[in-house]
């Protein structure tokens, strides 16, 4: 089987390299190096060796390297993630999230591929307090759930087919989001306040990319038993921001890690403020996964910790603040 990996450097892409990689060929462009407006020509030579660059924002170029390649499994991790800059970068923001993916799901079409694709919490508007269900409707707030709404609409209505995973709260060992920043804070600050109204799943992308190679595993297998469409991927559970990232300071501190923080004030969202509204209610209903699939997911606080120790292990390797 030869998949084709865009997004290869991001939380979700550099897990899925490893967990895909047992099941065929990945082929993983990089980004294009170059300034904007020089983006190299591609010669078909240089496709099968995954490592000549592709321009999200370059539509003809995503197109013929795909179908250049011609992969059996085509799988989106590429997405622009920076919620607070999408609200002044709206365009740049919708050429990636929302066009390359329907470029994608077009050439998936052409070529007879499977199109794995992400997508988020954020195109719910956050109402209510139950977990949002896919056949809810989707209400983003933001123009980063905008984009990634309008990417879902063009995959299902290409005509390819399609697996669409929502989900939240992503991290990993490797990145650098709300996790890692509530350990380097924690080491560093007195003080420290977090919105404790805003409610979700915290979700490995060691998870996310486990499951898509299960899955896939079973489309490889048994094509014609697996039913294309959307699917909320999450860890299970549920927790605040505020009571996040206190788990992860009782964590660090299990581990031994010397912690200047001493207090943690739970504020509003509203209180706190951002560039771009955030939706309050983030749960996502993952029974019709579990159920397809056959899978079991874990607890949120599963995937933190397993995190949190290797990263404190981090620091004990180099002697840092213990």
């Known amino acids: 089987?030869?998949?084709?990996?865009?997004?290869?450097?991001?939380?979700?892409?550099?897990?899925?390299?490893?967990?895909?990689?047992?099941?065929?060929?990945?082929?993983?462009?990089?980004?294009?190096?170059?300034?904007?407006?020089?983006?190299?020509?591609?010669?078909?030579?240089?496709?099968?060796?995954?490592?000549?660059?592709v321009d999200f924002q370059d539509p003809a170029q995503l197109l013929e390297y795909t179908l250049v390649l011609a992969p059996d499994v085509i799988v989106?991790?590429?997405?622009?993630?920076?919620?607070?800059?999408?609200?002044?970068?709206?365009?740049?923001?919708?050429?990636?999230?929302?066009?390359?993916?329907?470029?994608?799901?077009?050439?998936?079409?052409?070529?007879?591929?499977?199109?794995?694709?992400?997508s988020t919490d954020y195109v719910f508007d956050g109402s209510g307090?139950?977990?949002?269900?896919?056949?809810?409707m989707a209400r983003p707030v933001n123009v980063y759930g905008r984009s990634k709404l309008a990417a879902e609409q063009a995959i299902m209505h290409s005509g390819c087919r399609h697996l669409i995973f929502r989900t939240s709260w992503v991290y990993s060992r490797q990145g650098q989001?709300?996790?890692?920043?509530?350990?380097?804070?924690a080491m560093t600050r007195e003080c420290l306040r977090i919105v404790n109204d805003q409610i979700g799943a915290p979700t490995s992308a060691c998870l996310?990319?486990?499951?898509?190679?299960a899955v896939l595993g079973k489309y490889r297998s048994q094509a014609a038993a697996i039913d294309d469409g959307l699917y909320h991927l999450?860890?299970?559970?549920?927790?605040?921001?505020?009571?996040?990232?206190?788990?992860?300071?009782?964590?660090?501190?299990?581990?031994?890690?010397?912690?200047?923080?001493?207090?943690v004030v739970p504020v509003s969202t509203l209180e706190y403020g951002s560039p771009a509204r955030r939706p309050l209610n983030s749960r996502l209903a993952t029974g019709k996964l579990s159920d397809a699939f056959g899978l079991s997911?874990?607890?949120?606080?599963?995937?933190?910790?397993?995190?949190?120790d290797a990263l404190c292990q981090d620091l004990k390797d180099r002697d840092f603040l213990l």
């Not at 307090?129 to 809810?136: G, I, K, S, V």
């Not at 989001?177 to 804070?185: I, S």
Request: with cysteine; net charge neutral; aromatic share 6%.
């Open 1 to 53: 089987m030869k998949i084709l990996l865009f997004g290869k450097t991001g939380q979700v892409g550099r897990a899925l390299q490893l967990t895909l990689a047992p099941l065929g060929q990945v082929i993983a462009p990089a980004r294009p190096q170059s300034a904007a407006g020089s983006t190299p020509v591609l010669t078909h030579a240089a496709y099968p060796q995954g490592v000549a660059p």
């Open 208 to 213: 996310v990319a486990d499951t898509t190679a």
């Open 129 to 136: 307090t139950r977990p949002w269900l896919e056949t809810d």
């Open 234 to 263: 999450a860890a299970t559970g549920e927790t605040s921001w505020f009571d996040y990232a206190c788990h992860i300071f009782a964590r660090m501190r299990s581990n031994g890690v010397k912690l200047a923080i001493d207090q």
């Open 177 to 185: 989001g709300f996790l890692q920043q509530m350990m380097k804070l």
């Open 76 to 118: 989106n991790a590429a997405a622009y993630t920076a919620v607070d800059d999408a609200e002044t970068r709206e365009p740049m923001v919708m050429q990636i999230n929302a066009d390359a993916p329907a470029v994608l799901a077009r050439a998936a079409a052409q070529c007879g591929a499977l199109l794995i694709h992400y």
């Open 297 to 308: 997911l874990p607890c949120w606080q599963q995937g933190v910790d397993t995190t949190v």
